[in-house]
Protein backbone atom coordinates (compact mmCIF):
# COMPACT_ATOMS: atom_id res chain seq x y z
CA UNK A 1 0.00 0.00 0.00
CA UNK A 2 1.73 3.65 -1.13
CA UNK A 3 1.37 6.47 1.04
CA UNK A 4 -1.32 7.71 -0.89
CA UNK A 5 -3.32 5.19 0.03
CA UNK A 6 -2.80 5.77 3.76
CA UNK A 7 -5.10 8.43 5.65
CA UNK A 8 -3.04 11.74 6.44
CA UNK A 9 -4.32 12.46 10.09
CA UNK A 10 -1.69 14.54 11.18
CA UNK A 11 -0.96 16.51 7.60
CA UNK A 12 -1.52 19.88 8.97
CA UNK A 13 -0.07 20.37 12.70
CA UNK A 14 -1.74 23.20 14.29
CA UNK A 15 0.09 25.77 15.05
CA UNK A 16 -0.56 25.57 19.52
CA UNK A 17 -0.45 28.32 21.05
CA UNK A 18 1.22 28.27 24.74
CA UNK A 19 0.74 30.60 27.46
CA UNK A 20 3.84 31.22 29.75
CA UNK A 21 2.70 30.69 33.56
CA UNK A 22 3.64 34.04 35.08
CA UNK A 23 6.25 34.15 38.05
CA UNK A 24 3.62 36.29 39.97
CA UNK A 25 0.90 33.44 39.60
CA UNK A 26 0.63 32.72 43.26
CA UNK A 27 -1.05 36.16 43.73
CA UNK A 28 -4.04 35.43 41.51
CA UNK A 29 -5.79 33.74 43.59
CA UNK A 30 -6.02 33.94 47.40
CA UNK A 31 -5.53 29.95 47.58
CA UNK A 32 -2.43 29.84 45.94
CA UNK A 33 -1.54 32.58 48.29
CA UNK A 34 -2.36 30.90 50.90
CA UNK A 35 -0.68 28.01 49.72
CA UNK A 36 2.91 30.06 49.05
CA UNK A 37 2.62 31.42 52.87
CA UNK A 38 1.90 27.87 54.10
CA UNK A 39 5.59 26.85 52.27
CA UNK A 40 7.35 29.85 53.15
CA UNK A 41 5.75 28.99 56.87
CA UNK A 42 8.58 25.99 56.54
CA UNK A 43 11.66 28.60 57.11
CA UNK A 44 9.90 30.40 60.27
CA UNK A 45 9.37 26.82 61.39
CA UNK A 46 13.36 25.98 60.59
CA UNK A 47 14.36 29.35 62.89
CA UNK A 48 12.49 28.20 65.89
CA UNK A 49 13.92 24.68 65.84
CA UNK A 50 17.97 27.13 65.16
CA UNK A 51 16.55 29.66 68.05
CA UNK A 52 15.66 26.34 70.46
CA UNK A 53 19.29 24.47 69.42
CA UNK A 54 21.11 28.10 70.68
CA UNK A 55 19.04 28.61 73.67
CA UNK A 56 19.66 25.09 74.54
CA UNK A 57 23.46 25.02 74.02
CA UNK A 58 23.37 28.93 76.10
CA UNK A 59 22.09 26.66 79.05
CA UNK A 60 24.46 24.02 79.10
CA UNK A 61 27.39 26.44 78.79
CA UNK A 62 26.50 28.06 82.27
CA UNK A 63 24.88 31.34 83.77
CA UNK A 64 26.58 34.10 82.06
CA UNK A 65 25.92 32.56 78.49
CA UNK A 66 22.34 31.46 79.37
CA UNK A 67 22.19 35.97 80.31
CA UNK A 68 23.63 37.02 77.35
CA UNK A 69 21.53 35.39 75.26
CA UNK A 70 18.45 35.77 77.01
CA UNK A 71 20.18 39.01 76.39
CA UNK A 72 20.30 39.32 73.07
CA UNK A 73 16.91 37.99 72.75
CA UNK A 74 15.57 41.22 74.05
CA UNK A 75 16.73 43.19 71.16
CA UNK A 76 14.07 45.00 69.30
CA UNK A 77 15.08 42.89 65.95
CA UNK A 78 15.09 39.14 67.31
CA UNK A 79 12.21 40.04 68.93
CA UNK A 80 10.34 41.06 65.91
CA UNK A 81 11.78 38.19 63.87
CA UNK A 82 10.46 35.87 66.86
CA UNK A 83 6.78 37.74 66.59
CA UNK A 84 6.99 36.78 62.95
CA UNK A 85 8.07 33.21 63.37
CA UNK A 86 5.52 32.67 65.98
CA UNK A 87 2.60 33.62 63.90
CA UNK A 88 4.06 31.59 60.83
CA UNK A 89 4.48 28.41 62.82
CA UNK A 90 0.75 28.89 64.39
CA UNK A 91 -0.40 29.34 60.96
CA UNK A 92 1.25 26.28 59.98
CA UNK A 93 -0.20 24.13 62.46
CA UNK A 94 -3.42 25.07 61.59
CA UNK A 95 -3.19 24.92 57.93
CA UNK A 96 -1.56 21.03 58.97
CA UNK A 97 -4.38 20.32 61.24
CA UNK A 98 -6.99 21.79 58.86
CA UNK A 99 -5.42 19.06 55.46
CA UNK A 100 -4.92 16.46 57.74
CA UNK A 101 -8.19 14.68 57.33
CA UNK A 102 -7.83 14.65 53.52
CA UNK A 103 -4.73 12.48 54.12
CA UNK A 104 -6.04 10.53 56.50
CA UNK A 105 -9.02 7.62 56.23
CA UNK A 106 -9.61 6.20 59.83
CA UNK A 107 -12.30 4.01 60.09
CA UNK A 108 -14.16 2.34 63.34
CA UNK A 109 -16.28 -0.03 63.19
CA UNK A 110 -16.71 -0.04 59.29
CA UNK A 111 -17.68 3.50 58.78
CA UNK A 112 -15.52 6.02 58.29
CA UNK A 113 -14.49 8.78 60.35
CA UNK A 114 -15.47 11.91 59.75
CA UNK A 115 -12.88 14.42 58.53
CA UNK A 116 -13.88 17.01 61.09
CA UNK A 117 -13.54 14.72 64.05
CA UNK A 118 -9.64 13.94 62.85
CA UNK A 119 -9.17 17.64 62.81
CA UNK A 120 -10.25 18.14 66.15
CA UNK A 121 -8.51 15.00 66.99
CA UNK A 122 -5.36 16.87 66.17
CA UNK A 123 -6.24 20.22 67.47
CA UNK A 124 -6.67 18.26 70.90
CA UNK A 125 -3.33 16.89 70.96
CA UNK A 126 -1.74 20.03 70.27
CA UNK A 127 -3.85 21.87 73.25
CA UNK A 128 -2.68 18.77 75.39
CA UNK A 129 0.86 18.97 74.28
CA UNK A 130 0.93 22.77 74.77
CA UNK A 131 -0.91 22.61 78.14
CA UNK A 132 1.70 20.44 79.23
CA UNK A 133 4.52 22.22 77.80
CA UNK A 134 3.18 24.94 79.95
CA UNK A 135 3.20 23.47 83.06
CA UNK A 136 6.80 22.11 82.45
CA UNK A 137 8.24 25.55 82.30
CA UNK A 138 5.72 27.99 84.48
CA UNK A 139 4.57 25.34 87.05
CA UNK A 140 6.83 22.35 87.02
CA UNK B 1 -32.87 40.70 35.17
CA UNK B 2 -31.39 41.78 31.58
CA UNK B 3 -33.09 39.44 29.57
CA UNK B 4 -29.56 39.69 27.21
CA UNK B 5 -25.61 39.30 28.90
CA UNK B 6 -22.31 39.45 27.33
CA UNK B 7 -19.88 36.64 26.81
CA UNK B 8 -16.49 37.48 25.80
CA UNK B 9 -15.14 34.53 24.53
CA UNK B 10 -11.51 33.74 23.54
CA UNK B 11 -10.67 33.40 20.08
CA UNK B 12 -7.81 31.77 18.35
CA UNK B 13 -7.74 30.66 15.05
CA UNK B 14 -3.74 29.63 14.10
CA UNK B 15 -4.08 30.54 10.21
CA UNK B 16 -4.55 34.34 11.11
CA UNK B 17 -4.08 34.84 14.35
CA UNK B 18 -0.75 35.14 15.88
CA UNK B 19 -2.52 35.70 19.66
CA UNK B 20 -5.54 34.99 20.92
CA UNK B 21 -8.22 37.71 20.99
CA UNK B 22 -11.21 38.12 22.90
CA UNK B 23 -14.35 38.40 21.08
CA UNK B 24 -17.45 39.73 22.28
CA UNK B 25 -20.73 38.42 22.02
CA UNK B 26 -24.90 38.72 23.36
CA UNK B 27 -26.08 36.22 23.94
CA UNK B 28 -29.79 35.79 25.57
CA UNK B 29 -29.54 35.33 29.54
CA UNK B 30 -32.46 32.66 30.02
CA UNK B 31 -33.03 31.13 33.72
CA UNK B 32 -32.18 27.75 32.67
CA UNK B 33 -29.49 28.32 30.41
CA UNK B 34 -25.74 27.52 31.07
CA UNK B 35 -22.67 29.13 29.35
CA UNK B 36 -22.62 26.05 27.08
CA UNK B 37 -25.99 27.08 26.00
CA UNK B 38 -24.76 30.55 25.07
CA UNK B 39 -21.37 29.15 23.04
CA UNK B 40 -24.35 27.00 21.07
CA UNK B 41 -26.11 30.11 20.39
CA UNK B 42 -23.08 31.95 18.92
CA UNK B 43 -22.32 28.95 17.39
CA UNK B 44 -26.39 28.30 15.70
CA UNK B 45 -27.04 31.88 15.45
CA UNK B 46 -24.22 34.20 15.32
CA UNK B 47 -20.72 33.21 14.59
CA UNK B 48 -20.70 29.74 13.31
CA UNK B 49 -16.68 29.45 12.96
CA UNK B 50 -16.63 29.65 17.28
CA UNK B 51 -14.97 26.09 18.28
CA UNK B 52 -15.35 24.55 21.41
CA UNK B 53 -16.26 20.85 22.90
CA UNK B 54 -19.35 19.75 23.96
CA UNK B 55 -21.28 16.43 23.92
CA UNK B 56 -23.74 15.25 26.91
CA UNK B 57 -24.96 18.49 28.49
CA UNK B 58 -25.70 16.93 32.08
CA UNK B 59 -21.68 16.75 33.75
CA UNK B 60 -21.24 13.29 32.58
CA UNK B 61 -18.81 13.26 29.73
CA UNK B 62 -16.36 15.87 30.55
CA UNK B 63 -16.00 17.70 27.23
CA UNK B 64 -17.20 20.84 27.74
CA UNK B 65 -14.42 22.38 30.42
CA UNK B 66 -13.33 25.89 30.15
CA UNK B 67 -12.03 28.79 32.31
CA UNK B 68 -15.03 30.97 33.05
CA UNK B 69 -14.11 34.71 34.90
CA UNK B 70 -10.95 32.60 35.77
CA UNK B 71 -12.25 29.34 37.45
CA UNK B 72 -12.44 25.95 35.82
CA UNK B 73 -15.78 25.03 35.28
CA UNK B 74 -17.89 22.52 33.46
CA UNK B 75 -19.75 24.85 31.26
CA UNK B 76 -22.92 22.81 30.99
CA UNK B 77 -22.78 23.10 34.67
CA UNK B 78 -22.53 27.01 35.25
CA UNK B 79 -25.83 29.28 34.80
CA UNK B 80 -25.66 32.58 32.69
CA UNK B 81 -27.50 33.94 35.81
CA UNK B 82 -25.14 33.50 38.83
CA UNK B 83 -22.80 35.67 36.72
CA UNK B 84 -25.70 38.51 35.87
CA UNK B 85 -25.39 41.05 34.60
CA UNK B 86 -22.22 40.19 32.93
CA UNK B 87 -19.96 40.28 31.28
CA UNK B 88 -18.87 36.34 31.25
CA UNK B 89 -15.60 35.82 30.44
CA UNK B 90 -14.77 32.19 28.78
CA UNK B 91 -11.32 30.90 28.06
CA UNK B 92 -10.22 27.82 27.27
CA UNK B 93 -8.71 25.24 30.22
CA UNK B 94 -5.19 26.57 31.34
CA UNK B 95 -2.27 25.28 31.55
CA UNK B 96 -2.56 23.35 27.85
CA UNK B 97 -1.76 24.44 24.58
CA UNK B 98 -4.67 25.76 22.53
CA UNK B 99 -5.79 24.02 19.51
CA UNK B 100 -8.20 26.87 18.25
CA UNK B 101 -10.66 28.87 20.19
CA UNK B 102 -11.90 27.09 23.13
CA UNK B 103 -10.41 23.73 22.02
CA UNK B 104 -7.27 22.57 24.29
CA UNK B 105 -4.94 19.75 23.11
CA UNK B 106 -5.16 16.80 25.59
CA UNK B 107 -2.69 14.25 24.38
CA UNK B 108 -0.67 14.88 27.29
CA UNK B 109 -3.56 13.86 29.92
CA UNK B 110 -4.33 10.86 27.73
CA UNK B 111 -0.68 9.27 27.67
CA UNK B 112 -0.66 9.93 31.45
CA UNK B 113 -3.44 7.81 32.12
CA UNK B 114 -2.17 5.28 30.39
CA UNK B 115 0.84 5.10 32.10
CA UNK B 116 -1.02 4.39 35.77
CA UNK B 117 -2.44 1.38 34.44
CA UNK B 118 -6.53 2.66 35.27
CA UNK B 119 -7.86 -0.61 35.06
CA UNK B 120 -8.14 -3.95 37.13
CA UNK B 121 -4.95 -5.92 36.81
CA UNK B 122 -4.85 -9.12 37.82
CA UNK B 123 -1.44 -11.29 38.58
CA UNK B 124 -3.31 -14.43 36.51
CA UNK B 125 -6.68 -13.78 34.63
CA UNK B 126 -9.54 -16.20 36.32
CA UNK B 127 -11.34 -17.90 33.39
CA UNK B 128 -14.63 -16.16 33.16
CA UNK B 129 -16.78 -19.39 34.02
CA UNK B 130 -15.59 -19.16 37.35
CA UNK B 131 -17.96 -15.99 37.35
CA UNK B 132 -17.82 -12.86 38.68
CA UNK B 133 -15.30 -10.89 40.86
CA UNK B 134 -17.77 -10.47 44.10
CA UNK B 135 -17.26 -6.77 45.80
CA UNK B 136 -19.19 -5.91 49.27
CA UNK B 137 -20.77 -2.35 49.85
CA UNK B 138 -17.73 -1.63 52.13
CA UNK B 139 -15.07 -2.71 49.79
CA UNK B 140 -17.13 -0.59 46.67
CA UNK B 141 -16.90 2.37 49.48
CA UNK B 142 -13.22 1.89 49.40
CA UNK B 143 -12.65 3.09 46.16
CA UNK B 144 -15.83 4.66 44.96
CA UNK B 145 -15.56 8.44 45.34
CA UNK B 146 -12.29 8.53 43.54
CA UNK B 147 -14.02 6.22 40.66
CA UNK B 148 -16.42 9.48 39.53
CA UNK B 149 -13.83 10.66 37.93
CA UNK B 150 -14.73 12.22 34.37
CA UNK B 151 -12.19 13.19 32.91
CA UNK B 152 -12.60 17.03 32.11
CA UNK B 153 -9.01 18.00 33.23
CA UNK B 154 -10.41 20.89 35.78
CA UNK B 155 -8.11 19.68 38.36
CA UNK B 156 -5.43 19.74 35.96
CA UNK B 157 -6.45 23.34 34.79
CA UNK B 158 -6.41 24.47 38.50
CA UNK B 159 -3.40 22.45 39.37
CA UNK B 160 -0.37 24.94 39.78
CA UNK B 161 2.68 22.43 40.04
CA UNK B 162 1.08 21.11 36.35
CA UNK B 163 1.15 24.84 34.84
CA UNK B 164 4.83 25.32 35.94
CA UNK B 165 6.07 21.56 35.23
CA UNK B 166 4.55 19.73 32.60
CA UNK B 167 6.32 16.59 33.09
CA UNK B 168 3.88 16.34 36.57
CA UNK B 169 1.71 13.40 36.31
CA UNK B 170 -1.01 15.30 37.81
CA UNK B 171 -4.44 14.93 39.81
CA UNK B 172 -6.80 13.37 37.78
CA UNK B 173 -4.27 10.36 36.74
CA UNK B 174 -2.85 10.05 40.08
CA UNK B 175 -6.44 9.91 42.17
CA UNK B 176 -7.07 6.90 38.93
CA UNK B 177 -4.39 5.24 40.08
CA UNK B 178 -5.62 5.36 43.63
CA UNK B 179 -9.45 4.16 42.29
CA UNK B 180 -7.80 0.70 40.79
CA UNK B 181 -5.36 0.42 44.10
CA UNK B 182 -8.20 0.87 46.37
CA UNK B 183 -10.28 -1.50 44.69
CA UNK B 184 -10.46 -5.06 46.00
CA UNK B 185 -10.08 -6.80 43.01
CA UNK B 186 -6.99 -5.14 41.65
CA UNK B 187 -3.63 -6.63 42.13
CA UNK B 188 -1.74 -3.93 40.23
CA UNK B 189 -0.72 -1.52 42.88
CA UNK B 190 2.71 -2.19 42.62
CA UNK B 191 3.28 -2.01 39.38
CA UNK B 192 1.71 1.47 40.15
CA UNK B 193 3.74 2.48 43.15
CA UNK B 194 6.73 1.94 41.14
CA UNK B 195 5.97 4.27 38.07
CA UNK B 196 4.48 7.11 40.42
CA UNK B 197 6.43 6.96 43.53
CA UNK B 198 8.31 9.62 41.58
CA UNK B 199 9.52 12.76 41.61
CA UNK B 200 6.93 13.53 38.39
CA UNK B 201 4.26 11.43 40.21
CA UNK B 202 3.10 11.64 43.43
CA UNK B 203 5.88 13.54 44.78
CA UNK B 204 5.33 16.26 42.27
CA UNK B 205 2.08 16.94 44.15
CA UNK B 206 2.89 19.94 46.96
CA UNK B 207 -0.63 20.08 47.87
CA UNK B 208 -2.12 23.23 46.72
CA UNK B 209 -5.37 21.83 47.32
CA UNK B 210 -7.07 23.59 44.08
CA UNK B 211 -7.75 20.38 42.03
CA UNK B 212 -10.02 19.27 44.92
CA UNK B 213 -11.70 22.36 45.30
CA UNK B 214 -12.05 22.53 41.03
CA UNK B 215 -13.36 19.22 40.89
CA UNK B 216 -17.15 18.99 39.54
CA UNK B 217 -17.22 15.57 40.71
CA UNK B 218 -15.77 15.48 44.22
CA UNK B 219 -13.53 12.96 43.80
CA UNK B 220 -10.98 14.99 45.77
CA UNK B 221 -7.83 14.69 43.89
CA UNK B 222 -5.99 16.15 46.59
CA UNK B 223 -6.77 13.69 49.14
CA UNK B 224 -5.97 10.49 47.31
CA UNK B 225 -2.58 11.78 46.49
CA UNK B 226 -1.86 12.26 49.93
CA UNK B 227 -3.11 8.97 50.99
CA UNK B 228 -0.67 7.96 48.12
CA UNK B 229 2.28 9.73 49.69
CA UNK B 230 1.54 7.75 53.11
CA UNK B 231 1.04 4.40 51.47
CA UNK B 232 4.68 4.80 49.60
CA UNK B 233 6.42 5.92 52.52
CA UNK B 234 5.02 2.96 54.95
CA UNK B 235 5.92 0.52 51.58
CA UNK B 236 9.38 2.72 52.20
CA UNK B 237 9.68 2.21 55.81
CA UNK B 238 8.53 -1.34 55.76
CA UNK B 239 11.40 -2.13 52.74
CA UNK B 240 14.19 -0.62 54.57
CA UNK B 241 13.52 -2.05 58.03
CA UNK B 242 12.33 -5.44 56.47
CA UNK B 243 14.32 -6.03 53.38
CA UNK B 244 13.43 -9.74 53.69
CA UNK B 245 10.00 -10.57 51.38
CA UNK B 246 8.92 -6.33 51.73
CA UNK B 247 8.22 -6.08 48.39
CA UNK B 248 5.45 -8.21 48.48
CA UNK B 249 3.39 -6.67 51.12
CA UNK B 250 2.69 -3.79 49.28
Partial sequence: ?140 | MADRISLQVLRYRPEQDGQPTMQEYEVPCLKEWVVLDGLNYIKDQLDGTLSFRWSCRMGICGSCGMTVNGEPKLTCATFLTDYAPGPIRVEPLRNFPIVRDLVVEMGDFMRKLVKVKPWVVRKEERPLSEGEFRQTPEQLDEYKQYSMCINCMLCYSACPVYGLDPLFVGPAALALAQRYNLDSRDEGSKERMDALSQHDGIWGCTFVGECTRACPKNVDPAGAIQRYKLSASLAWLKAFFMPWGARDGR
Fill in chain 1, 1 to 140: MGDKDRPAYTEYHPRWYRKRVSTYWWLQRGTYLVFILRELSSVFVAWGVVYLLFLVRAIGQGEEPYKDFIGWSKHPVVMAVNLISLFFVVFHAITWFNLAPQAMVVRMRGTRVPGKWIAASNYAAWAVVSALAAWVILGG
